[in-house]
C-alpha cells in the first residue's frame, strides 16, 4: 500500500509514519519544512526510540518526501495513492486542502470508476470531525463535476490519535523519541465497504464517544497542566505535575470532565477512574522531557468553543455538574504569556486593549451572561 502523509513532523514521524511502515505501507511524507523534506530524501529512513526504560528503538525504512509547496508533485503522489493521512494542526488543513483535490481530480480523470479511485483521506489531528473539516476544505476547491465523482471514491473518516510525542532535540535530526504508548482509533462507518483495514489501527463504528473521551481528558488535563504549570514557572509537564496543587488542578478537571462523560456516553465509573489514572501515569512518564510550552501551544485553538476546555466545560455545565476546575485553567489558559507563542501574545494584546469579559466572550464564545464566563473572570481575579 501506498501511504500518502502530510506533515513530517513529531506525530508523523513518531506516530502515523512508524505504524503505517510496520502496516506494510510504503510512506511519502509531504511537507513544507525544505531541510527535513532533503533529509528525508537522503536517508530514506529515520528511527523511533521508546520513552521507557527498555529504550527499543525502531528504523523506519524506505520512506520518501515531497515539499509541500511542489503542488503538481503532492498532486501526482495523491493520484497513485491508496491511502492519505495528516498530522499538520487543525489549523494548517486549508492549506494543504488546494493540492489534495488537485490529487483527487488527476486520480478520477486517470480512473473514473469509483472502485478503482477509493481512497480514504484522515486526518489524525486533535480536533473533533478533522477529517469533516479537511474533506469540506477539499470540496470547496473541486469543480462540480469532480465533486459528483469523489462523493463515490474519496472517503474522510474522522479519527482520534493518541500518543505524547514532545519537541525533539537530537543530534540526528530526523530521530524522534514518543512515549510507548498509542492509539489511533477511526471512523469505520465513513469508510466505503471493503476497504482494507490497516494493522494497528482500531476502527469503530461511532467515533464520537473515542474522540470526546480522549480530548476532554488526555488533552484537557495536559493543557490544565501546562496553563498551571507555567504560572508556577516550571518549564515541564513532568516538574508541573510534581507540584501538588498543580496537580490537583488537572485531577480536578478530570474529575469534572470525567463526570460529564461517565453520564453522557453511559462509561463505566471504574474504568473511566483507571483511564484516567493511566493518562496521569503517561502525563509524568520520567523518560519523556515535554515542556509546558509545547502543550499550552495555541491557546486560541484551546479556548474555542469546540475544543478541550469549553466544549467540556459547557456540556457539564448543562448537566448540571461541577464546572470551576474548567473554568480556572480557562483563565490560566488567558494568563499564559509566552511571547513566542502567536497566539498567546494575541491574547495578551487584547487583555492590553479590550476588556476581560470582551475578550472572554471573543475567544470562548461564551457570552457575558452565561455563568461560565462569570466563573472565568472570577477565577482570573484570583490567579
Ligand atoms: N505531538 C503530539 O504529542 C500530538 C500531536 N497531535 C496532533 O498532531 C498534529 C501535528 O502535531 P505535531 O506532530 O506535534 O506537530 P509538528 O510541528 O511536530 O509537526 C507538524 C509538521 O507539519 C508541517 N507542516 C506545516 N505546514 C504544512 C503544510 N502546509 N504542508 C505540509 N506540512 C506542513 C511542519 O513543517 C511540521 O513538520 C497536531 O494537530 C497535533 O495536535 C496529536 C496527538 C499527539
Ligand atoms: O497538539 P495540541 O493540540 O496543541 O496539544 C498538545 C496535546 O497533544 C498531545 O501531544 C497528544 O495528544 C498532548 O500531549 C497534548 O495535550
Redesign the pocket.
Known sequence: MRAVH???????RG?IGLLLSQAGCSVTF????AS?VALLQEKQQYTVKLASEQAESFTVSGVNAIN?NDTALVAAAIAEADLVTT????S?LR??AGAIAEGITLRLAKNPAAAASLLPIIA????IGGSTQLGELVYSHLAAEVKAQAEQAIAFPDAA??????LQQHDDPLQVTVEPFYEWTVDRSALPQGTPEIPGIHYVDQLQPYIERKLFTVNTGHCVAAYHGYLQGYATIQEAMQDAAVRSEVEGALKETGAMLVRTYSFSESEHQAYIEQILERFINPYLTDEVVRVGRSPIRKLSPDDRLVRPALLAFELGLPTAHLTKAMAAALRFAYTEDPEAAEIQAALASSTLSEVIAHYTSLPAEHPLHAQIVEAYSKL
Request: hydrophobic share 50%.
Open positions: 502530510f506533515g513530517a513532523g513529531n506525530i508523523g506516530f509531504v511537507d513544507v519544512n527535513l509541500g498530522a499538520v494542526g487543525v494548517v492549506h494543504i489524525c489531528e486533535n480536533a490519535v493518541d500518543r505524547i510525542v514532545p
